[in-house]
T-cell receptor
Framework: GAVVSQHPSRVICKSGTSVKIECRSLDFQATTMFWYRQFPKQSLMLMAT?????????EQGVEKDKFLINHASLTLSTLTVTSAHPEDSSFYICSVPGGGEEKLFFGSGTQLSVL | AQSVTQPDIHITVSEGASLELRCNYS??????LFWYVQSPGQGLQLLLKYFSGDTLVQGIKGFEAEFKRSQSSFNLRKPSVHWSDAAEYFCAVGPYYGGSQGNLIFGKGTKLSVKP
């Protein structure tokens, strides 16, 4: 079964609104979770590292005020796209580090479309 | 610079034919190599991984990959492709030990289409 649950799978919103995406670790506690962004026909790019109980670490070029990350518990991280614009339309994927060799478990992704 | 190159953007094979997807990497440390598969609108599923030992690794769904250090390659193969294998395939490299576990470097992907 799924190790990581990501919700919603698809969201359409109006420009200027905010959208929250949830990532849940189902099988184990995760002090760290990762958020990726994938543009059409492009690879995954790490946006930020979500840290339980502390501030997220953002990759260079990612606006922390636009992409708010909250990791309030050991099983849940949320990514909020604030004041969304059409250029924020993309596929967002979260991942959770696994124990041992598995390295990363990925959520099923969220397709965000901003009108 | 660390990078992953998947030279083929799109490959079409006939069902039942063999498949090889190419992956070359540039990495400064001992690499940890992965192949993931992504169906449309879905997240990534791990097919197989290599970090040490036998350079030919077996994965799920009948896939295998061979690590060739001298060629900095980690090509994915399957002897007989099924229509359900049509998807996007990503090669990725990451640190073997330490570092940010999220910071896998992904190739741009190869889209596989399967002809009946």
């Amino acid at each position: 079964g799924a190790v990581v649950s990501q919700h919603p799978s698809r969201v359409i919103c109006k420009s200027g609104t905010s959208v929250k995406i949830e990532c849940r670790s189902l099988d184990f506690q995760a002090t760290t979770m990762f958020w990726y962004r994938q543009f059409p026909k492009q690879s995954l790019m790490l946006m930020a590292t979500s840290n339980e109980g502390s501030k997220a670490t953002y990759e260079q070029g990612v606006e922390k005020d636009k992409f708010l990350i909250n990791h309030a518990s050991l099983t849940l991280s949320t990514l909020t796209v604030t004041s969304a614009h059409p250029e924020d339309s993309s596929f967002y994927i979260c991942s959770v580090p696994g124990g041992g060799e598995e390295k990363l478990f990925f959520g099923s992704g969220t397709q965000l479309s901003v009108l | 610079a660390q990078s992953v190159t998947q030279p083929d953007i799109h490959i079409t094979v006939s069902e039942g034919a063999s498949l090889e997807l190419r992956c070359n990497y540039s990495y400064g440390a001992t690499p940890y190599l992965f192949w993931y598969v992504q169906s449309p609108g879905q997240g990534l599923q791990l097919l197989l991984k290599y970090f040490s030992g036998d350079t030919l690794v077996q994965g799920i769904k009948g896939f295998e990959a061979e690590f060739k250090r001298s060629q900095s390659s980690f090509n994915l193969r399957k002897p007989s492709v099924h229509w359900s294998d049509a998807a996007e395939y990503f090669c990725a490299v990451g640190p073997y030990y330490g570092g940010s576990q999220g910071n896998l470097i992904f190739g741009k992907g190869t889209k596989l289409s399967v002809k009946p």
